[in-house]
């Protein structure tokens, strides 16, 4: 029975700086149990208590992360939001997840503050860059507080899916949850009190918030702490960093910056990658620019990190690696829930102490998400004789074309290898004769290029012909959330009249 915050035991490290944050200053790890402290003594100045949600929706700002570990230490749940989010979807938020407080941005206070009222929130905040109305009751209070004791399946927080399908669901994450994934990468990737890891990443989102923060606070680390990715602050920022986590869209634009070379990261130890697929190619530009394979993992809103290619050992393009040390994965039946052997692509199923305890006030779809105690993953893979896991695609992004099953990943690594394509997508659409059609949508490597024709013949010996794309589109940008995934729901409503139908 442990508070998150009590097991990440920021008291080890006093004096050592944990964040550089972006006017210069520096936070110390002192500074943030003090401050942490502070912002928990509000919450409960406000009448927020054990178990109640607190919804930020705000641009990150470093005080965002010690408002979190101020609901760790007062027991409270907290729930980022994508400050991207329209009045629409925050309503639906706010009214789902009844929080007892909720801070927004200054300069949005007043549209929302109209979406709260609406939705029956009693107690709206602000936090802006001179620190809005939260921060100055924040300033008001002690810098000590007792951390409450709760057990390890104790909610900390509710992180809300993309919704891509249907309405959000917001997935619950305990205390145990988070505290697992933490101390888990933290040794698979072998951080400790040396590292610096340049922190770009969102936080509202799992990667920033939960792998990037709590690794860092596990190991005694620090941070630099950007607001965003901007390419040149990040290129400025490299020479003091050890360890980079991001998505490939960072990647990506680091490799098409002519000042991104190799010796501006010699001195670097790590590069990790997820919350979207890393292409092959991606993955060898980067190798052959920088001498560093980037490490690529995978994981879910719902379990934190589930496998990780190796510190140690080979990092292969195109896999996500093992399972990482606890955590069990299977590939399964997607109808009857049968394991399948090695080499054979199903459902990945999840089981571990990462695993979540279910959907906010969703019972039925949380019973409908599990499987003899297994999490079905929505994500079609393989594991092969070595352990590794291959993600394939989406369950929904299936393509049956003829009878025929076409895994859109399979495609894309193909298009993917043509140095006329920087990047692709493959989604199928409704076809006549075959039931689904292939359609590959593409960003090429250069501006202009249109000859689809031209792709076709290239992968004509690559893939069967059921899987090959039977109509190119071309598109000058690709279109991605803020975690840089590619939203094929958008792209399948799009072009879901390919084939005249």
Excluded at 348 to 363: C, H, L, Q, S
């Amino acid at each position: 029975m442990a508070n998150l915050f009590d097991t990440l035991d920021l008291s080890r490290h006093g004096a050592r700086v944990f964040a550089q944050l972006p006017d210069g200053a520096a936070a110390t790890y002192a500074d943030v149990a003090a401050a942490s402290a502070r912002h928990a003594q509000a919450l409960r100045a406000c009448g927020v208590g054990p178990g109640d949600r607190v919804a930020v929706q705000c641009e990150k700002r470093f005080e965002m992360l010690l408002l979190y570990l101020g609901c760790l230490r007062a027991g409270a749940v907290f729930l980022p939001l994508n400050p991207a989010y329209p009045a629409g979807e925050l309503d639906y938020f706010l009214r789902d997840a009844e929080p007892a407080l909720f801070v927004c941005e200054a300069a949005r206070a007043e549209d929302s503050r109209g979406v709260a009222a609406a939705a029956g929130v009693a107690r709206v905040e602000t936090l802006g860059d001179d620190g809005g109305s939260w921060g100055a009751l924040v300033a008001t209070m002690a810098p000590d507080f007792e951390t409450l004791d709760v057990p390890d399946n104790a909610m900390a927080a509710i992180l809300y899916t993309s919704g891509t399908t249907g309405r959000s669901k917001g997935a619950m994450l305990s205390h145990g949850n988070l505290a697992s994934n933490a101390l888990t990468l933290r040794e698979a990737w072998a951080f400790s009190a040396d590292d610096v890891l340049l922190h770009a990443l969102p936080i509202f989102h799992t990667h920033g918030l939960f792998v990037a923060t709590n690794v860092v606070l596990a190991a005694g680390a620090s941070m630099i702490f950007q607001p965003q990715f901007a390419v040149n602050a990040v290129l400025a920022a490299l020479p003091q960093a050890s360890v980079m986590m991001g998505v490939p869209t960072y990647y990506i634009r680091l490799l098409d910056t002519p000042a991104f070379e190799r010796r501006l990261v010699q001195h670097m130890r790590l590069f990790v990658s997820g919350s979207a697929p890393l292409s092959a190619e991606v993955h060898r530009a980067f190798s052959a620019r920088t001498g560093h394979a980037i490490l690529e993992r995978y994981g879910m809103t719902e379990t934190g990190m589930n496998t990780s290619n190796p510190y140690d050992g080979e990092r292969i393009a195109g896999t996500v690696g093992p399972a990482l040390p606890g955590v069990s994965i299977r590939i399964a039946d997607p109808v009857t829930g049968a394991a399948l052997p090695a080499g054979e692509v199903g459902m990945i199923e999840i089981a571990g102490p990462n695993v979540f305890g279910g959907y906010w006030r969703m019972p039925e779809k949380t019973a409908a998400e599990f499987r003899g105690g297994w999490f079905v993953s929505g994500d079609l893979g393989m594991i092969d004789a070595r352990g590794y896991v291959s993600i394939v695609g989406r369950g929904k992004d299936l393509i049956i074309c003829g009878g025929f099953n076409v895994y859109p990943a399979e495609v894309e690594a193909a298009l993917d290898e043509l140095p006329q394509v920087k990047e692709s997508a493959v989604i199928g659409a409704p076809h006549p004769d075959l039931g689904e059609g292939v359609v590959a949508i593409i960003v090429a490597a250069e501006l202009g290029f249109d000859d689809g024709a031209a792709l076709q013949a290239a992968i004509a010996d690559r893939l069967a012909r059921f899987k090959q794309p039977r109509r190119f589109v071309f598109l000058d940008e690709m279109p991605k959330n803020a975690m840089g995934k590619v939203q094929k729901a958008g792209l399948r409503a799009r072009f879901a009249g390919s084939f005249g139908g």
